[in-house]
């Protein structure tokens, strides 16, 4: 199952790995980074810039982890559903950090991101969104779902720390979305919601 990107990896811990084009990783695959630094190159400024690429595309049933993703974020990571993307540090985030582009559960399990003008985690499509021991600094928002969307996502939020949010830490159009929180620690923000009723919103 050897992957041709990853004779770039070798044994190492660290280092470097610059990229012209996104990483594909295909349905059953997991790319493990080993702590790599990756840093995109032509692939977009990481501003809010629309037409920016991904720096990995994960089909569905494709996972990630041990990744440090440097700036520019560029369109972060794609997820076409359930994927787990596991201990990723994310050091300046682009137009976002990770899109769910279709159906599914996916999981975000440790790492961090700094630095999000807008979202950190864009929902797109229906799914599952599972964010847990995660902590992110200097955001928009944690989490939002695609504006003027109704289908439903169902967001957890387990350990997770919040410093310096700009807008709020989640926020949905939808009035069928659910939000479920436990053990959050949010530091300077405003609003931590936005749904179209708090009743969407629960602490288990």
Do not use: R
Not at 33 to 41: F, L, S
Not at 46 to 72: D, R
Not at 136 to 164: H, M, P, R, S, W
């Amino acid at each position: 199952m050897a992957h041709h990107h990853h004779h770039h990896v070798g044994t190492n811990t660290g280092g470097v790995l610059v990229i012209t084009d996104t990483i594909i990783v295909k349905s059953g695959q997991t790319y493990d980074g080993k702590g790599i630094k990756i840093i995109a190159q032509g692939m977009g400024d990481g501003s809010q810039s629309e037409n920016q690429k991904p720096i990995f595309k994960l089909e569905k049933g494709a996972n990630l982890k041990n990744v440090i993703i440097g700036a520019p974020g560029c369109d972060g990571i794609h997820c076409y559903g359930d994927n787990v993307v596991e201990n990723v540090v994310w050091e300046d985030v682009g137009e976002d950090a990770l899109t769910v582009k279709s159906e599914g559960v996916v999981e975000v399990i440790g790492g961090s991101a700094k630095e999000a003008a807008d979202a950190v985690f864009q929902l797109n499509a229906p799914c599952t969104f599972k964010v847990k021991n995660f902590t992110a600094t200097n955001i928009g928002k944690l989490v939002a779902q695609n504006g003027n969307t109704t289908f439903k996502v169902v967001i957890y939020l387990e350990d997770v720390t919040l410093n310096n949010v700009k807008s709020c830490v989640a926020k949905s159009d939808s009035p069928v979305s659910e939000l479920w929180y436990h053990n959050l620690n949010v530091n300077n923000c405003k609003t931590l919601f936005e749904f179209p009723s708090q009743s969407q919103i629960h602490q288990y």
